[in-house]
């Protein structure tokens, strides 16, 4: 992951704590770029959603390459629901422990 765009989710995390943050990176040109988006998930302590209007508005940024969001007071290891939505979208996923 670029410098800048761990950064950029790390103030993200930081932001949402307790709660799970969540975004996606995306490539215009040739630059990448964190989108940050709102975990509408129920329960956004243990899971994020990431809304289809978010979701198409990154899109219409740029490409989408990854899926990001944080694991507060967890490791990085992905939860069986991580992975399997993980293969799911198709997309790279990285998991920030925070």
Known sequence: MLKHI???V???AA???PRECCGLI???GRSQRYVPCENTAA???EEFRIAPEAYAEAEDQ???VAVVHSHPDATSRPSAADVAMCNASGLTW???SW
């Open 43 to 45: 329960d956004a302590g």
């Open 6 to 8: 761990l950064s950029a």
């Open 26 to 28: 995306i490539r215009s």
């Open 94 to 96: 990285h998991i920030l």
């Open 62 to 64: 740029g490409e989408i």
């Open 10 to 12: 790390q103030k993200h």
């Open 15 to 17: 932001a949402e704590y």
